[in-house]
């Protein structure tokens, strides 16, 4: 898969997956919604609810930056099958211009979060690597 049809299905995809690892080595993985501006793939913290505020990925973020995000497309039709992964260095934005500015680009992305604002922190991931399969 060339990088247009790369960008092209991050475009199309709604949800991801974000893995990272955590300073026992053990790999997490989550859901995430996101948005993408040029060589950046950006998502926030939400109000969806959660157990805590402290999330692990936050904390696999800050001891190691390495992540993986992960979007596919799924059909019985197997024809129709496609993967999506970038490998990056990611950074929490705890505050400032640029969380505000990824924060905006979810919001632009979202309707949901037209009414419910994304309270962040946000995360900007440097995109390094980008790889991806289909069979046409």
Same mark, same amino acid.
């Given at each position: 898969?060339?990088? /247009?049809?790369?960008?092209?299905?991050?475009?199309?995809? =709604?949800?991801?997956?974000?893995?990272?690892?955590?300073?026992?080595?053990?790999?997490?993985?989550?859901?995430? /919604?996101? !948005?993408?501006?040029?060589?950046?793939?950006?998502? !926030?913290?939400?109000?969806?609810?959660? *157990? /805590?505020? &402290?999330?692990?990925?936050? =904390?696999? +973020?800050?001891?190691?930056?390495?992540?993986?995000?992960?979007?596919? &497309?799924?059909?019985?039709?197997? /024809?129709?099958?496609?993967?999506?992964?970038?490998?990056?260095?990611?950074?929490?934005?705890d505050d400032g211009a640029?969380? =505000?500015?990824? +924060?905006?680009?979810?919001?632009? *992305?979202?309707?949901?979060?037209?009414? !419910?604002?994304?309270?962040?922190?946000?995360?900007?991931?440097?995109?390094? =690597?980008?790889?991806?399969?289909?069979?046409?």
């Amino acid at each position: 898969m060339d990088a /247009t049809a790369i960008r092209r299905r991050i475009l199309e995809a =709604r949800a991801a997956r974000l893995a990272t690892v955590g300073v026992d080595g053990r790999p997490h993985i989550v859901p995430i /919604t996101f !948005a993408i501006e040029g060589e950046t793939l950006y998502f !926030a913290v939400d109000a969806k609810p959660k *157990r /805590t505020t &402290h999330l692990k990925r936050l =904390r696999n +973020i800050a001891s190691n930056p390495a992540v993986s995000v992960l979007f596919d &497309h799924y059909e019985e039709d197997w /024809t129709r099958l496609w993967w999506v992964r970038v490998d990056g260095s990611a950074r929490v934005l705890d505050d400032g211009a640029e969380a =505000r500015h990824a +924060i905006d680009l979810l919001v632009n *992305r979202y309707a949901q979060y037209s009414n !419910a604002r994304p309270g962040g922190p946000a995360v900007a991931i440097s995109i390094e =690597r980008m790889s991806g399969w289909s069979p046409g």
